[in-house]
């Protein structure tokens, strides 16, 4: 089993950062990618950027590559979502989740666990 949860959302202005984190539970953390994914109001669950569980690879959605930036501190048993620039659009609820190998965490379909997310606000 495995536990997630998110901090580090808040309200801020477009074009400034935000830093998320996802603390997990669980001595198999390293075992798991991890990826983020994001819910706007009224839309689906989407992707937006994963890392493997030695942290030697990295996906991003086309939306915030080169914008966000996705790490993991396995020592720590926590990953982090860098968000940079930020737009208006970028306001959602982030979700923290993990599953066993590195595609399948670009799959809300397959992912194993999800945390219960954190509100990010970005306005204009």
């Known amino acids: 089993q495995v536990q997630l949860v998110e901090s580090g959302g808040g309200l801020v202005q477009a074009g400034a950062s935000l830093s998320l984190s996802c603390a997990a539970s669980?001595?198999?953390?390293?075992?798991?990618?991890m990826g983020w994914f994001r819910q706007a109001p009224g839309k689906e669950r989407d992707f937006v950027a994963s890392?493997?569980?030695?942290?030697?690879?990295?996906y991003y959605a086309d939306s915030v590559k080169g914008r966000f930036t996705i790490s993991r501190d396995n020592a720590k048993n926590t990953g982090y979502l860098q968000m940079n620039s930020l737009k208006p659009e970028d306001t959602a609820v982030y979700y923290c989740?993990?599953?066993?190998?590195?595609?399948?965490?670009?799959?809300?379909?397959?992912?194993?666990?999800w945390g219960k997310g954190t509100l990010v606000t970005v306005s204009s």
């Open positions: 890392i493997s569980g030695s942290g030697g690879s990295t």
């Open positions: 669980g001595r198999t953390f390293s075992t798991y990618a």
């Open positions: 989740a993990a599953a066993r190998n590195f595609y399948a965490v670009r799959s809300r379909d397959l992912i194993n666990y």
